[in-house]
């Protein structure tokens, strides 16, 4: 299982990424695809393997041949549609929903080596495993990258704070670079 994320990688993580964020070009790639991403220097470590995604901030990942719910620690995109389940009503999608969903997507496919790190808090009220997911192949910090490219906002939800600052960074870049959902929900 994961372990909490320790000083010397946040403080390496946090390094890298206000780097590469200043060099980060912001909006449409030349080409009008996606957005660039930023990445760390290197890969990191897989403790985990992507499933599936289940909307712009929550993932399905394989742990040792099991499937575990994951909500991405310290962003919330908006929400897509949702039939009605049980006692569950039915959900209109958000304004950005579906491109938030798609976005995360595009990051991480079914297959995709991750790596996981947790904070204070390992669970949520749902039971969901929360934490910061890395791309494993290039170390591409993904809870930072949603919320840079204007698909989520910061969520901070204390004790698990450890990026809370960088994410509101991220927020701020994106809204000023009138990315994503900054320049399409108002």
């Known amino acids: 299982m994961p372990q909490p994320v320790g000083r010397t990688a946040v403080v390496r993580w946090a390094i890298v990424v206000l780097a590469l964020a200043g060099a ?3 909006g449409s790639g030349a080409d009008g695809g996606a957005p660039p991403v930023t990445s760390a220097p290197s890969a990191v470590e897989p403790n985990a393997v992507v499933d599936r995604i289940v909307d712009g901030d929550t993932i399905d990942v394989l742990i040792d041949g099991d499937v575990e719910r994951v909500r991405l620690i310290g962003i919330d995109t908006p929400e897509v ?10 959900q209109v999608a958000e304004c950005f929903g579906d491109e938030a969903s798609a976005f995360t997507a595009s990051l991480l496919g079914p297959g995709e080596p991750v790596r996981l790190e947790r904070d204070v808090v390992p669970r949520d009220d749902f039971g969901r ?5 890395y791309r494993a192949s290039d170390g591409v910090f993904v809870n930072y990258e949603i ?11 204390p004790p698990n704070v450890t990026f809370s600052e960088l994410m509101v960074e991220a ?15 108002g």
């Open 24 to 26: 980060s070009a912001c």
């Open 81 to 90: 549609a949702r039939e009605p389940f049980a006692d569950r009503p039915a």
């Open 129 to 133: 495993l929360l934490a910061y997911v």
């Open 147 to 157: 919320v840079r490219q204007g698909y989520a906002q910061p969520l901070t939800i």
């Open 171 to 185: 927020a701020r870049d994106a809204e000023a670079d009138d990315a994503g959902l900054w320049s399409a929900c």
